[in-house]
């Protein structure tokens, strides 16, 4: 009865290119959505911003003078009327 037991490892075929690849393209794609998930959960600050804007040239069209008090519109002038006569 021992004699009928086969204890050797089960035949397993060797995988082909196209399984080797899309075994590595499913593990690529994972660890790709695994870094988009964590870009939006976590915030990056924005002080990496500022400090690339800091080396750009200024010129005069960023960097605009503050302008001076705005006629308010609720406050319309008065028409001036000639008094008839």
Known sequence: MAAELDFSPPEIPEP???????RYG???????????VLAIILPVSKSHKTD????EPKNAE???????????????PKKETKKKR
Request: net charge positive.
């Open 16 to 22: 082909t290119f196209m399984e080797n690849v899309l």
């Open 26 to 36: 499913l593990f690529f794609g994972a660890i790709f959505q695994l870094i988009c």
């Open 52 to 55: 690339s804007d800091s080396f």
């Open 62 to 76: 960023t960097v605009k003078k503050p302008k001076a008090n705005a006629p308010q519109i609720s406050k319309k």
